[in-house]
């Protein structure tokens, strides 16, 4: 029988936030299962949540799937595309129950669009992108707050209060004391911590009553609330005998948040960024199918690597056609030599600013071959070569976390000369993004130019549409759900109908957009007040 696989993504956790790497955080849980595994050590994700997640469940990049700009908003009308298979849909085809808990964030315009809808046979968490850990209210901007915490396609209202870990963890430990041993599974474990906002039951922060930063404090205690819950299940996996024949796979989403908790120090940048402290991810391997256990690999793996790899496990990977992830098994597994020579990062056209003039972005800077002002990525062996806007690049020890009047103690700052669009780095000898070579090695800089140009010249156009206003969750019983879907039902009532209930629509419409901009005035006469 094909083995049980298990995919545990946690929410923001910084390359510095476990212990193995010399954090200050408590994960021995975690560790001890790096430490029996393989820790990989070269393993990069996006660095924000929708795009880690678009590709872990497509094996493709985001220029491949139009979702190149930024996080998929709880208003916008727009999800995966329908039309790539995604990775829980695959597994059923190959005989797997799917089972998905926690954080979903690809979109809900549709119903077609949840869980449900995309391969996961049950499913309890949350559509959005972030929201309370306890009340589950989520809110998009200051005029847009809902309930969101789902069982299937409906609202849990009953589970608010529980701490969204603490619930997690039971429903997967429910789950493998329910599945049948017989029949392989594939389960999701989504966590939403340690992302903000920073909260935990009371006895998680006794473990850390020495730590004056009350952000880091807090932030550490989420992540050993999630230590303790990731021993669970393992522990329970044991128990319902599924063990034996499992793989577990544990990623972080993207880089910390310096600002909320998360260190990524000694690398650079952090969530939000294309520095490696945004993409350089924590992530390790544990199974008892591995044929060489307690190694770390430094090979080259991206997250999109695990759609082709998973299904390679599951004898469901009849080709790579259509892919941009490599099945690693083997190198994992083995130590066998890594398929994946490079990774595209991303090439996000959205970001260009318009007025930027193109003379210099791309004549001067970019040789002639790409618009150095486009926000692009690229690692290829050990060069990585970023252009554009990439984010804010600064090194921040944690103990420069904010806290009181010397909050930005010890911040290294670094301010890159006006103009400047393309930097180089040789990862290998320099993982810390310090000495940039982008002038030292001219010819370098034009091969991965090229090879951008290249990359863009198989892009989709990026799909990001503005807010819908009806996606407003006080038009839905005061829950983030879908809000669309009522186009066959126009072709069923006639043309007649069809145009009356487009105009009521229209009308509704407007009187949401007339209600969203009385909220965002009111919120932001609300926030003014507080600094008088």
């Known amino acids: 029988m094909p083995p049980h696989l298990i995919f545990i993504m946690v929410d923001d956790q910084g390359y510095g936030d476990i212990g193995y790497h010399g954090s200050d955080i408590h994960t021995p849980m975690l560790d001890q299962l790096a430490a029996e595994g393989v820790k990989l050590e070269n393993y990069y994700v996006q660095p924000i949540c929708s795009p880690s997640r678009s590709q872990l469940m497509t094996g493709r990049y985001q220029i491949h799937t139009g979702l190149q700009h930024s996080i998929i908003r709880s208003r916008q009308p727009l999800c995966l595309p329908p039309d790539i298979p995604t990775l829980p849909e695959r597994l059923v085809d190959a005989g797997y129950a799917t089972y998905m808990v926690g954080k979903w964030h690809l979109g809900f315009c549709r119903s077609s ?125 044991k128990t319902s005998g599924l063990y034996q024949n499992s793989v577990l796979i544990y990623s972080t989403d993207n880089g910390g948040q310096p600002l909320s908790g998360g260190s990524n120090w000694p690398l650079r940048g952090g969530k939000g960024t294309y520095w490696e402290g945004g993409i350089r991810a924590v992530g390790f391997v544990h199974s008892p199918l591995l ?71 791309l004549v001067l800077n970019g040789f002639g071959i790409w618009d150095t002002a486009v926000r692009a990525a690229i690692r290829a062996g050990d060069w990585k070569l970023l252009t554009g806007n990439v984010g804010d690049g600064d090194w921040i020890p944690p103990q420069a976390l904010p806290v009181g009047p010397e909050r930005w103690q010890k911040l290294e700052k670094r301010r890159n000369e006006l103009g400047k669009s393309v930097w180089l780095f040789n990862i290998t000898s320099d993982p810390y993004e310090r000495s940039d070579l982008a002038e030292a090695h001219p010819e370098v800089v034009k091969h991965l130019l090229t090879r951008l140009a290249e990359y863009n010249q198989t892009a ?49 419409c407007r009187v949401c957009k007339l209600k969203a901009l009385f909220k965002k005035v009111g919120s932001r006469l609300q926030r003014n007040t507080l600094f008088f």
Request: aromatic share 8%; glycine share 12%.
């Open 460 to 508: 989709v156009m990026p799909r990001n549409p503005p807010d819908d206003p009806m996606a407003d969750p006080e038009l839905h019983g005061g829950v983030w759900s879908p809000w669309l879907g009522l186009e066959g039902q126009e072709g069923d009532n006639g043309e007649k109908d069809g145009r009356k209930e487009r105009m009521v629509k229209i009308r509704q």
């Open 113 to 237: 669009c949840l869980p449900t809808g995309r391969g996961f046979q049950s499913f309890l968490g949350t559509l959005t992108g972030s929201g309370d850990h306890f009340s589950y209210r989520s809110c998009d901007g200051a005029e847009a707050c809902g309930f969101d915490l789902h069982d299937g396609d409906r609202p849990a209202w009953e589970m608010a209060g529980n701490y969204s870990t603490l619930l997690y963890i039971e429903r997967v430990k429910q789950i493998l004391r329910s599945h049948d041993p017989n029949k392989p599974l594939f389960l999701y474990l989504s966590l939403q911590a340690p992302h903000a906002p920073l909260q935990v039951p009371d006895h998680f922060l006794h473990h850390y009553d020495s730590q004056g930063n009350r952000l880091r404090r807090h932030y550490a205690a989420m992540l050993s609330c999630l230590d303790d819950g990731v021993g669970q299940v393992v522990q329970e996996l």
């Open 291 to 361: 044929k060489k256990k307690g190694k770390v690999s430094r090979a080259l793996i991206h997250v999109s690597d695990w759609y082709p790899t998973l299904l390679g496990l599951a004898g469901a990977l009849q080709s790579h056609h259509g892919l941009d992830g490599h099945d690693m098994w083997g190198t994992i597994s083995e130590g066998l030599p890594c398929p994946r020579t490079e990774i595209l990062f991303n090439i996000d056209p959205v970001s260009r600013k318009p007025g930027e003039p193109y003379d210099k972005a």
